[in-house]
């Protein structure tokens, strides 16, 4: 239990010499917004993901088969806007490759530009009529997210799916013979996709979209800053993993 609380302490707030300096608890903040996003896009946007892609291939072949509920219009929209951001996640990693702290407040700026004009959108429109532009919006978003955290290279920080995180979780324990690593980062990656969704579930809910959008968008902002104002030119955690 020491060990568990003390890896989850070091998440939160880590060492001055941590490999990953300031990274950990910014890719918790981007957790929470994944949970924000997805609870958006399944509960208002017609049940499909925008961050899971592995969520829209299965929906895709429930809708093929004549699924109620489920569109398969609604899932290739999405998976292609992932994928556009996600090439453009790509792109931005080339310009930034050599500083992270850089790489990761120019994609949160942008990912708040999206994030906000989607809140915007529903705001505007009232939610009705507005399903594929905020779907597109909301998917570019998290494509770029998820390739950029691809690029950081945070060991069990993905900030958009959790099945290899869990799978650590159990596979990795002493329960199973393992050496139980970043037990405590791994719980709270999943705790904060939990926070981010029921926060997104209960806006969206009681008829506050635009609300939730807003919260996203919040929480991109304040990673973006806060990854600019800590990202100095010879910050140790700067260079990429190998």
């Known amino acids: 239990m020491r060990a568990l609380l003390t890896d989850a302490l070091r998440t939160l707030v ?33 049940h499909v993901f925008v961050a899971n892609m592995t969520g829209n291939v299965v929906f895709l072949g429930f809708a093929l088969a004549g699924a109620p509920g489920l569109s398969a219009t609604a899932s290739l929209v999405s998976m292609g806007a992932f994928l556009a951001g996600a090439l453009a996640g790509g792109r931005l990693a080339g310009l930034t490759a050599a500083h992270r702290g850089r790489l990761l ?22 939610g009705g009529g507005v399903q594929y532009p905020l779907i597109v919006l909301l998917g570019l978003a998290m494509g770029l997210q998820n390739a950029v955290a691809r690029r950081l290279g945070v060991p069990d920080l993905t900030t958009t799916v959790l099945t290899l995180t ?5 596979a990795d324990s002493p329960a199973a013979g393992g050496p139980g690593p970043r037990t405590g980062r791994r719980i709270l990656s999943a705790l904060a996709m939990l926070l981010g969704g029921l926060a997104g579930a209960v806006l969206v809910l009681h008829g506050h979209l635009a609300v939730a959008l807003a919260l996203a968008a919040l929480l991109l902002l304040a990673t973006a800053v806060t990854a600019l104002r800590l990202s100095a030119p010879d910050a140790h955690w700067a260079p990429p993993t190998a």
């Open 14 to 46: 880590p060492l001055r010499t941590d490999r990953h300096g300031p990274l950990p608890p910014l890719m918790l903040l981007l957790t929470v917004t994944t949970g924000v996003v997805d609870a958006v896009s399944y509960l208002a946007l017609g």
């Open 105 to 126: 407040a120019l994609a949160g700026g942008v990912q708040t530009v999206l994030t906000a004009a989607a809140a915007v959108v529903a705001a505007a429109v009232g």
């Open 166 to 170: 869990l799978t650590g979780l159990a």
